[in-house]
C-alpha cells in the first residue's frame, strides 16, 4: 500500500504516516497478526487539520494508497473494491477537502488517458501500474512529477485535482530535467515510467477500437427477401439496419412472365427457387 503526504512548501512531515510527496510503498508483511492490525488507520498531522485516511470497510474495499496534501488541505484514498477483477481493473477514489467533505469517484483504469485526465485518475492509475507490477515505480513518480508541476504552476487545493492535464508532456518535461541536471538514475526512472504511460495509453485506444468494432458489428444487420410480383418479375430486397437507422435496396431478378397475372403467381408458387449469393453483393452495396 503507497503512503504519502506533503508538508508545508513541499517538504516531508513524516516517515511511515506520511512519507513526502513521493509515494512510500509499505512492504508485503509475512505475518498475517501484524498486517490484520494495520489494515485500518487515520492519522491527524501535528499543527495542520489534514486527515490521512486508511480505513479498510466491507463498502470501500482495500487501500491500496493514500496520499495528504497539507498545502493543499485536502487527502485522497484509493481502494480495491471486493469484486475488483485484474482483466478489467476499477478502483474507487475518495477526495477530501479541506472540511472534511467527501468525493467518491469510480475510475476504470482502462478509460483514463494520460495525456487528457485529472489529478484523481493519473493517481489511481500510477497506483495500479505500481501494485500490478507494470512500473513498480509508477506511484512514487508520478507524486513528484506533480509535485514539480503543481510548484511551476503555483495551483494547489480541491479544485485543481479535478483539472485535466496532459501527464504526458508533465512526466517527460521531469525526465528532460533530470537529464540536465546530471541525475541519470532519475532519467532512467522516469523514462520507464514514461513508457508505461506511453505503452498502455496505446493498449487502452486498441482495446476502444476493438469494443466499437464488435458494437458495430451487433448493431448493423442485413435482411433479404426475394418478392415475386403479380407480373412474374422477381426482385431482391435488402434492408440494413444499423444504428437506429434502415437503408433498402432493390435489384431485379427477372423480368415479367409472359403470361396473365393470375398463372404467374401459381408459376411462381410451383417453382423451385434457389437464392443466389449475395455476399458480394451486399459488400458493394453497403461498403462492408
Same mark, same amino acid.
Given at each position: ?9 513541499? =517538504? ?17 508483511? !509475512?505475518? *498475517? ?19 490521512? @485516511? ?24 484509493? /481502494?480495491?473494491? @471486493? ?7 476499477? =478502483?474507487?477514489? +475518495? ?8 468525493? $467518491? ?43 514539480? @508541476? ?28 533530470? /537529464?540536465?541536471?546530471?541525475?541519470? +538514475?532519475?532519467?532512467?526512472? =522516469? ?15 486498441? +482495446? ?5 468494432? $464488435? ?13 415475386? +410480383?403479380?407480373?412474374? !418479375? ?25 403470361? *396473365? ?12 427457387? !434457389?437464392?443466389?449469393?449475395? !455476399? ?9
Amino acid at each position: 500500500m503507497g503512503v504519502s503526504g506533503i508538508g508545508t512548501n513541499n =517538504y516531508p512531515f513524516g516517515a511511515k504516516y506520511a512519507a513526502g510527496y513521493g509515494a512510500a510503498q509499505k512492504a508485503e508483511n !509475512s505475518n *498475517p497478526q501484524e498486517e490484520a492490525a494495520n489494515m485500518s488507520w487515520t492519522v491527524k498531522a501535528e499543527n495542520h487539520d489534514i486527515v490521512l @485516511h486508511g480505513e479498510e470497510s466491507a463498502e470501500d474495499g482495500k487501500v491500496v494508497s493514500a496520499w495528504a496534501c497539507v498545502t493543499g488541505n485536502t487527502s485522497m484514498t484509493v /481502494y480495491q473494491p @471486493h469484486d475488483f477483477d485484474p482483466a478489467h481493473p476499477v =478502483y474507487k477514489v +475518495k477526495v477530501w477537502d479541506s472540511h472534511g467533505n467527501v468525493t $467518491e469517484r469510480m475510475v476504470d483504469i482502462s478509460s483514463v488517458d494520460p495525456a487528457d485526465c485529472d489529478t484523481v485518475e493519473m493517481y489511481a492509475y500510477s497506483a495500479w501500474l505500481s501494485k500490478s507490477g507494470k512500473c513498480q515505480d509508477a506511484l512514487q513518480n508520478f507524486m513528484f512529477a506533480h509535485a514539480h @508541476h503543481k510548484d511551476k504552476e503555483g495551483s494547489y487545493g480541491y479544485e485543481s485535482l479535478f483539472d485535466k492535464e496532459d501527464w504526458l508532456k508533465i512526466v517527460k518535461e521531469v525526465m528532460e530535467m533530470q /537529464y540536465r541536471a546530471g541525475n541519470l +538514475k532519475g532519467y532512467a526512472d =522516469y523514462k520507464r515510467f514514461l513508457g508505461a504511460l506511453e505503452q498502455g495509453k496505446e493498449e487502452n485506444e486498441k +482495446k476502444a477500437q476493438s469494443s466499437q468494432r $464488435e458494437g458495430d458489428q451487433k448493431e448493423s444487420k442485413v435482411e433479404t427477401d426475394i418478392q415475386v +410480383k403479380p407480373d412474374g !418479375s422477381r426482385v431482391l430486397v435488402m434492408t440494413r439496419t444499423m444504428g437506429g437507422m434502415a437503408v433498402t435496396t432493390s435489384i431485379e431478378l427477372s423480368k415479367p412472365a409472359d403470361m *396473365p397475372n393470375d398463372r404467374a403467381e401459381e408459376a411462381a408458387a410451383e417453382e423451385a427457387w !434457389s437464392v443466389p449469393d449475395i !455476399s458480394d453483393l451486399s459488400g458493394q452495396l453497403f461498403g462492408e
